[in-house]
């Protein structure tokens, strides 16, 4: 009965029943014998009653009663009673009901006859026994009491303490020190040991010290000593007492505790003898002061990584105070042995893992293994577990290592016999050894070796049941190195084998997990102690220290000391070295140098360290303009390249980070991938390339990297083997490329909505070189198999991946040029035997088996339409060719091959080589010069047939179902422009080819509209180009004006390669025809019309851009002009209308912006020094002298106006070339209406934008142009021609001429007749000087191209008329005029009416142009000079009668006027130089007041001019003669007088005019 709670009954019914059962119950209680517990029941029931007395529910007198009847069933029931009494005391004192407390006190004092008093005074409270009246006075008794207690525990008997006898003592420890080698026993010594204890009286506490202090002294002797103190112990509490006060005893400054006493309490303790937590409170220091401990050491760690790290100047104060502290420091007395650490020690020592974990887990982490000695122990453990395991899978062949002998304790941990059996215990020793391995560098050794052989065993072992516990193994592994290795590694002192044998269990990590254990060891596992975070410090300030001191010439030995810092400390060292490399770029090359002396384990930290340097959340990118990209991110990419070639370290991080960002749409890191390109693979990507460099470029491998790049970069072949091998283990290379080029785009339309338009610009152009750059290393570098397997065909790269077209080709064409090869070498083999077939036709059918798939997938790409004009097979062919296909570089491989000769040369004279070393040299020479004469060879002949496959092909190219103006247009679009920006040698590629497709006679190809089309139109084409497509383009207009200034520069070579060619047919709807006559081909003379015309074209297109203000045109433009400088500009007045501007562009852009500046001052001083090999206009080509100083009056108003150009649409050219059709079916000089068409529609420009039209000046002026125009197309009119409609006319404009000539000779001083025409010629000139003036004087813009080009015009036809000197005399009939005027004013709706005025075109034009184009906007001056026209033409017609009848006597004259004339014309061709000086110069002057023309430019100029003329007056005969004698063969002797008449008329009438005009000046 656990409690006893009396029922209620029996309270109520206590004298009928309750008292007698009540007694009944107690009596059973006491029968019963249950080994104490009857006691607790019988004491249970009587607090029960006793308890209702107190609450009042039982009578007093009857419960004394029963109460007293029970003393008699126990003898010790007074004591009881005593007990419950002290019970209800201690309670009913604690209540606050004053009657409960009296109920208590009497029913005591009524049980006081039973219960003896002494029970009482013991059991019950003073003040209850003082109520009781058992005491007088509570206070007294407590101080009687306190007085015998002292007197009985504490006073010492006067008596002798070592009552024991000594000899007992003697005998006790002879007996414990005796020979234990025999049989004697642990039970032997205990009977001797009581023997002892029981006849001389020894005290057995004494005893069991004396043991403790014997087995300490023979600590060897564990098993007899721990047997005998088991059999003797009787209570494990007294032994854990005895010891106690042993360690207390120690526990006094400058007292050290032995080792002995350390060892017995881990042995008791082992064997459980005692209990750990019994003995722990006895051991000092205690736990807080050790947390405490370890704080402080934090702490000051810190605080000195505070100090190495802050620039403290040293002053005298402070190092006496250091001084003072460090004396103090000495004084202190040495602190007392960490007790607590000593017995950790002692237990790692024996073995006993359990309790020595135990008491480091109450220990800060690691504070107990960086005191050595413990480490140390725990490291030995750990070899004797690790050791039979090492023995089987770590131990290198060969090697025997140190036999360790195990433990001979069985408790200890046991050794290891798999990978598995290391989780047991091993992995957590080494988790709490953790950075302090340091210490044991064999057992480092050890755990790297074991990981090794773990590692080979995961990568073998593929089976599925074993797998999880392999990945659990695995990660234990990682967590090793991640807090053990590598922190201990910080700690070891400059182990460069550590690091080694680290790297052989690294390297067997993906670079992903390795990558992890180093942003660990960097980032966190510095702070996690107090060491560690010295150790940072001190590796910092080494670094800075190495680091001030760095330069190239001591990169010797500063790279053995950041050697020896780094096989400990890579993180650290590499941090601060980039910080500084971000800063000083110039340390990039001292820095790589220095680096020679890391191990491979630092070589991969250092790849890590960079790429969390780039990828560095808190560096901007880019520069605070937010226009380039920041200096420390192109050191860091420098660096890159630089140190991954020179190194052996992985490269798939650092590809895959950059991967990475192109996933994400950053390309700022492509940077990076540039520069490790250009440096392991030797591939260089740059838009300065010179001509000799491009040309190399062109070649075989050998010439490219022998002469293709600015920097000799020898010995790639290792460096870019490795990039090779990362890009196809790690898949890589298509994404790289594919991720680029979609990339290209996503810069612009992604990225680049709130960058900069100048950053947008340059990282479309990293992107794009980037591409080009990488795709040239995947093809020279990898195999065919690796190539074709990796890239897909183009119209999956193109539809699935959306590739741009021109990336997707550049990827695919070395896989076309790769198949081509090979299934060319299968052809050869497979017909060895068989010679019949020549190697070029099996070239055709290889090329035809690998590229008609390529036809087919290429029809996707674009629309069906596109297909009516090109050929997927032209258009393939296109794109798939290079400039290697095309041409051999024989120049440049000559020139390589004589720089070989030289250097060899040099090696041979120079006396300092020693021999052996020039043998090598030459040897090495030789061979190159071997490779490159071998590879010249092979590109001749594989060029060969290159253009024999396309002479076959040429033929399908092209169709004739729309016109070729379209097919024009299709090309340019999708072929030409495309390529032509996407590298220089494309550039140069695309100008190639079309000279290619050209000079293989290409049906329906149509040269002349491809190039007028290319120089045509480029303002569009130069505002879209970014700075390096913009080289590109420039390169590419270079390269096709070379081509035309050849065919411009020499008859014989124009005839040669251009004449009887189907792309210089000047029918331009597309036909089947081939050939064409004589008629349709456009001779040398009028190509020399249209090539002004382009030089033109392009002079306006630059002025525009130039003037626009725009950053992008004007950088673009000057780009453009400076890479086209050798061919353009060739003609002295465009030449100095671009001078004029540009310099105005150097004076605006200053100080506003320094890069534009820079670019026109650099063009500028080059275009003056071209001015030397400049022409004038009609050196340029042939026309009328005074048209020369037309132009430069028009220069201010001309191109150099602002707004949008006049360029045509591809309407105006189709119009342009239907008039030339109509014109070429009636004419013989052919091409000429093409130049006249253009010009026309130049001219109509300058109309449309004149402001001034509705004044009546205006009119005026307009009028005196018509009279000119009409005067001019009379004149023209009066040309001989060959067409049956004209030969009247031409008749009688003979006559005219003759009577002409005679009237000169009549007034020969300066009286002559002047004709209607010239009269008027004279009041249009004074009428226009004054309009001229007055504009001037009201402030108006003068437009004096305008007017002056209209006077200069009419005595321009005024003389070309007598003098004949029309290049093609053949006039058009009117019908074909009036349709052509039509069309024209049809063309000028189209184009921009924003030009002022522009350039003339100066190409021979028909002057009835622009009185016709007048005629548009006048009704009145229209209908004015059609009646002017009918009657001149009346007039003309009664003097070409009355001519006929005067034949007759000219004949007889005709010997004395001939004379007359020569003498005549040689005066008037010096006045000719005369005034052509003099009018350009005034009227370039005076138009541009913006550029003043140098003195001595003027001086060339006017020299060039009169040699000019004078060629031009011995060449005028000749030509007459020819142009004149075709159809009139009836008269031929009669012709030829009548032709020299004409000759010597027309010099004086010539005369004539100059006088006028000389008059009018």
Not at 817 to 828: F, N, P, T, V
Not at 839 to 857: D, F, G, I, L, S
Request: glycine share 4%; hydrophobic share 30%.
């Amino acid at each position: 009965m656990a409690t006893l709670i009396l029922p209620g009954e029996w309270i109520k019914n206590w004298e009928k029943s309750g008292k007698h059962e009540f007694v009944q119950l107690c009596k059973e209680l006491t029968e019963k014998t249950d080994h104490g517990s009857e006691i607790r029941d019988i004491q249970a029931a009587l607090y029960e009653l006793c308890w209702q007395v107190v609450q009042g529910n039982l009578k007093l007198d009857l419960v004394a009663s029963v109460l007293g009847d029970m003393m008699e069933l126990r003898d010790d029931m007074p004591s009881i009673l005593a007990d419950v009494f002290s019970i209800l005391d201690l309670e009913t004192g604690a209540l606050e009901e004053k009657i409960k407390r009296d109920h208590y006190t009497q029913l005591v004092g009524a049980c006081l006859f039973f219960v003896p008093e002494a029970i009482l005074k013991e059991r019950l409270d003073p003040e209850t026994l003082e109520s009781l009246g058992l005491i007088k006075q509570a206070l007294q008794f407590n101080q009687k009491i306190v007085k015998i207690k002292t007197k009985l525990f504490y006073k010492q008997q006067k008596f002798n303490l070592l009552r024991e006898e000594n000899e007992g003592y003697a005998k006790l420890i002879t007996e414990l020190g005796q020979d234990l080698s025999g049989n004697i026993t642990s039970h032997l010594v205990l009977e001797s040991i009581k023997s002892l204890i029981g006849c001389f009286n020894l005290d057995p506490n004494r005893v069991l010290d004396i043991i403790l202090e014997v087995y300490e002294s023979r600590s060897d002797q564990d098993e007899f000593f721990l047997s005998l103190i088991k059999s003797y112990m009787c209570e494990p509490l007294t032994l854990c007492h005895i010891l106690g006060f042993k360690f207390k005893f120690y526990q006094e400054p400058n007292e050290e505790t032995p080792k002995s006493l350390y060892h017995i309490a881990a042995a008791l303790l082992h064997h459980n003898l005692i209990e750990l937590e019994d003995l722990y409170v006895h051991l000092m220091p205690l736990d807080a002061n050790i947390v405490e401990e370890h704080k402080r050491d934090i702490s000051e760690a810190k605080q000195i990584a505070r100090k190495l790290v802050m620039v403290v100047l040293p002053s005298e104060k402070s190092e006496d105070k250091e001084k003072d502290k460090e004396k103090e420091e000495e004084k202190n007395e040495k602190p007392p042995d960490n007790q607590k650490l000593g017995l950790l020690e002692a237990l790692l020592r024996i073995g006993d893992w359990h309790h020595a974990q135990s008491i480091m887990d109450q220990m800060p982490s690691f504070y107990a293994s960086s005191h050595k000695a413990i480490a140390l122990a725990l490291c030995q453990l750990v070899h004797l577990t690790v050791e039979p395991l090492y023995r089987r899978a770590g131990l290198p062949k060969g090697a025997r290592g140190r036999v360790l002998h195990p433990l001979r304790n069985k408790r200890a941990p046991r050794p290891a016999e798999s990978f598995e059996d290391l989780r047991r215990d091993t992995f957590s020793m080494l988790g709490y050894l953790g950075p302090h391995l340091s210490h044991d560098p064999i057992l480092f050794a050890k755990i790297v070796r074991l990981g090794k052989a773990f590692m080979k065993e995961h990568q073998n072992d593929g089976r599925a049941d074993v797998k999880d516990k392999m990945d659990t193994l695995l990660s234990c592994f990682l967590s090793i190195a991640d807090q053990v290795l590598l922190p201990s590694l910080s700690l070891m002192e400059c182990n460069a084998c550590m690091s080694e044998e680290l790297w052989g269990l690294f390297k067997l990590f993906p670079y992903q997990h390795r990558y992890r254990l180093y942003g660990q060891w960097k980032n966190e596992t510095y702070s996690s102690h107090p060491l560690l975070v010295k150790v940072k410090a001190q590796t910092v300030e080494r670094a800075k220290y190495i680091m001030k001191r760095l330069t190239k010439e001591n990169v010797k030995q500063s790279g053995r000391q950041i050697g020896k810092l780094s096989h400990s400390n890579p993180t650290i060292l590499f941090d601060y070295m980039l910080s500084q490399i971000q800063w000083y770029d110039n340390l990039i090359v001292p820095v790589v140098d220095s680096l020679k002396y890391l191990t491979s384990l630092n070589y991969d930290v250092l790849a890590y360290c960079i790429i969390e340097a780039l990828a560095n959340p808190e560096k901007e990118k880019m520069k605070h303009d937010d226009t380039t990209i920041s200096s420390w991110l192109q050191s860091l990419a420098s660096l890159c390249g630089a140190v991954f070639r020179k190194y052996p370290i992985e490269l798939a991080g650092l590809l895959q980070y950059v991967t990475n960002q192109l996933k994400a749409g950053k390309s700022f890191d492509l940077l990076i991938l540039k520069e490790v390109v250009q440096k392991m693979a030797g591939i260089e990507i740059t838009d300065e390339m010179t001509s000799e460099q491009l040309e190399a470029m062109t070649g075989g491998e050998q010439l490219k990297a022998e002469g293709g790049y600015f920097g000799q970069i020898r010995n790639t072949k290792k460096s870019s083997q490795r990039l090779k091998d990362v890009l196809l283990d790690h898949e890589l290379a298509l994404p790289l490329c594919l991720l680029m080029a979609q990339q290209r785009n996503g810069v612009v339309f992604l990225e680049g909505g709130e960058k900069h338009l100048k950053l947008v610009g340059h990282l479309y152009d990293q992107c794009h070189d980037t591409l080009v750059q990488f795709g040239g290393f995947l093809a020279s570098n990898l195999s065919t198999e690796d190539y074709i397997k990796r890239v897909p065909s183009i119209d999956i790269l193109c539809n699935q991946f959306h590739t741009p077209h021109d990336a997707a080709f550049f990827l695919s064409r070395p896989m076309y040029a790769h198949q081509i090869l090979s299934k060319y070498d299968e052809l050869k083999k497979a017909e060895k035997g068989n010679r019949q077939q020549p190697k070029v036709h099996k070239y055709v059918a290889a090329c035809e088996q690998v590229m008609t798939p390529v036809h087919e997938a290429v029809v996707s790409l674009h629309p069906a339409r596109v297909w009516d004009d090109l050929r997927p097979q032209f258009y393939a062919t296109f794109w798939s060719l290079t400039m290697y296909d095309l041409a051999v570089p024989h120049s440049a491989y000559e020139r390589e091959v004589n720089k070989l000769k030289v250097q060899i040369k040099a090696i041979e004279e120079n006396p300092e080589i020693p021999m052996n070393k020039k043998k090598k040299e030459k040897e090495r020479c030789t061979a190159l010069q071997e490779k490159l004469q071998e590879e010249e060879k092979k590109q001749l002949e594989h060029v060969q047939r290159v253009l024999h496959r396309l002479k076959l092909e040429k033929d399908n190219w092209l169709l004739a179902k729309s016109t070729k103006n379209e097919t024009i247009t299709k090309f340019l679009q999708l072929c030409l422009f495309p390529r032509c920006i996407f590298s220089s040698i494309d550039a140069v590629y695309c100008a190639r080819f079309v000279e290619l497709v050209h000079q293989q006679k290409t049906p329906n190809f149509c040269t002349l509209l491809c190039y007028d089309r290319v120089f045509s139109a480029i303002i569009y084409t130069v505002a879209s180009c970014t700075e390096n497509e913009s080289h590109r383009y420039g390169r590419f207009l270079c390269c096709m004006l070379e081509t035309v200034t050849r065919w411009h520069s020499d008859r014989t070579v124009y005839e040669k390669e251009c004449v009887n060619y189907p792309g210089f047919l000047t029918i331009f709807r597309a036909t089947g025809f081939d050939g064409g006559n004589k008629a349709d081909q456009l001779d040398y003379e009028n190509f020399r019309h249209v090539v002004h015309k382009w030089h033109y074209m392009l002079t306006k297109a630059s002025v525009h851009c130039l003037e626009t203000g725009d950053y992008t045109h004007i950088r673009n433009i000057l780009i453009v002009l400076t890479k086209i400088l050798p061919c353009y500009p060739k003609v002295l007045n465009l030449g100095q209308a671009l001078e004029c501007r540009v310099h105005k562009i150097c004076l605006e852009e200053k100080d506003k912006r320094p890069d534009l500046y820079a670019l026109a001052m650099g063009y500028s001083g080059r275009l003056k020094s071209q001015k030397v090999h400049m022409v004038p206009e009609n050196e340029f080509h042939h026309k009328e002298q005074p048209a020369r100083s037309a132009t430069p009056a028009n220069q201010q108003n001309g191109p150099g106006s602002t707004g949008k150009p006049a360029t045509s649409t591809s309407k105006t050219e189709e119009g342009t070339s239907e008039d030339c059709d109509r014109g070429k079916d009636k004419s013989q000089g052919t091409t000429k209406p093409v130049n006249k068409a253009n010009s026309a529609a130049a001219k109509l420009t300058t109309s449309n934008g004149n402001g001034a039209l509705n004044s009546t000046k205006a009119v005026k002026e307009r009028d005196d142009k018509e009279k000119s125009g009409k005067e001019k197309k009379e004149k023209k009119d009066k040309t001989p021609g060959s067409t049956p409609e004209t030969k009247a006319e031409n008749r009688r404009e003979k006559q005219r001429d003759e009577r002409a000539g005679k009237e000169e000779r009549a007034v020969r001083e300066g009286k002559e007749k002047t004709p209607k025409a010239d009269r008027e010629k004279l009041k249009a000139e004074e009428k226009s000087g004054k309009d001229d003036k007055a504009k001037a004087g009201n402030g108006e813009p003068v437009e004096p191209s305008r007017d002056r080009d209209a006077i200069k015009s009419k005595e321009k036809g005024d003389r070309s008329a007598v003098a004949g000197s029309l290049k093609s005399p053949v006039p058009r009939s009117e019908s074909a005029e009036s349709e052509r005027d039509h069309k024209r004013r049809k063309l000028d709706s189209h184009s921009s009416p924003s030009h002022s005025s522009s350039v003339k075109d100066n190409s021979n034009e028909p002057k009835e142009s622009t009185s016709k184009h007048h005629v548009n906007y006048n009704s009145v001056a229209r209908s004015k000079s059609r009646e002017r026209e009918m009657e001149k033409k009346d007039s003309d017609n009664t003097q070409g009668r009355s001519k006929e009848k005067k034949e007759e006597k000219d004949r007889k004259d005709r010997k004395r006027d001939h004379a007359v004339s020569d003498r005549e014309t040689s005066q008037e061709s010096k006045r000719k130089k005369d005034e052509n000086g003099t009018n350009s110069s005034k009227n370039s002057k005076s138009t541009s007041p913006s550029c003043d023309s140098p003195l001595l430019a003027e001086k060339e100029k006017s020299k060039r001019s009169k040699s000019s003329s004078k060629e031009k007056a011995e060449s005028v005969k000749p030509e007459r003669t020819s142009s004149g004698g075709k159809k009139e063969s009836r008269h031929d002797k009669e012709k030829s007088e009548k032709k020299e008449k004409r000759d010597s008329s027309g010099g004086k009438e010539e005369k004539k005019h100059h006088k006028s005009s000389d008059k009018h000046r």
